[in-house]
């Protein structure tokens, strides 16, 4: 019975760091405090490094149009993350580790920005729709998808 609750406990909690609603200033704050940190990786937990994976997406990616748009080099290696954790048996924090929590963030980051440049409203934005198309995509394909999947003009 106790084994139970324990689960159920993290399973509850591990609900928050698998959550997408993106809160960029709070995201950036996470990562510079990070940075800032004498014992960073020690001291951050996955839902710390998922925040600071998406202010690092979001502030490395650009979009104005179709044609003016560029984001980082392992955006289709981060989606690909995003996606294995979405669909993972184990809660998000129990099989994850800090490195591969920043790269799903950025992967939230990155879409997260195409969208609020081209004028789409978070709560339309399917994440893991638009994650699963990228898998082994060139940076510029990857932003393409983005891009198409959020329907931007």
């Keep these: 019975m106790l084994r139970l609750i324990i689960v159920l406990l993290l399973c509850f909690y591990s609900l928050s760091a698998s959550a997408v ?3 960029i200033d709070k995201a950036c704050e996470e990562r510079d405090e990070q940075k800032k940190a004498l014992l960073s ?3 951050t937990s996955i839902t710390e490094a998922f925040l600071a994976g998406q202010c690092t997406g979001y502030q490395q990616t650009y ?3 179709s044609y003016n748009a ?5 955006l289709s290696m981060a989606c690909s993350e995003f996606v294995e ?3 993972a048996l184990l809660p998000f924090n129990m099989s ?3 490195k591969e929590a920043m790269f ?3 992967c939230t980051g990155a879409i997260y920005k195409v969208a609020e440049n081209c004028g789409v409203d978070e709560q339309y934005i399917q994440y893991l729709v ?4 990228m898998k082994e995509m060139s940076e510029s394909q990857a932003v393409v998808h983005i891009i198409t999947g959020l329907r931007c003009r």
């Design 21 to 23: 609603g993106i809160d």
């Design 41 to 43: 990786k020690m001291s």
């Design 63 to 65: 979009y104005r149009s």
């Design 70 to 74: 560029h984001s980082f080099e392992e």
């Design 85 to 87: 954790q979405k669909e």
């Design 96 to 98: 994850t580790t800090l």
């Design 104 to 106: 799903a963030g950025m």
């Design 130 to 133: 638009i994650a699963k198309g």
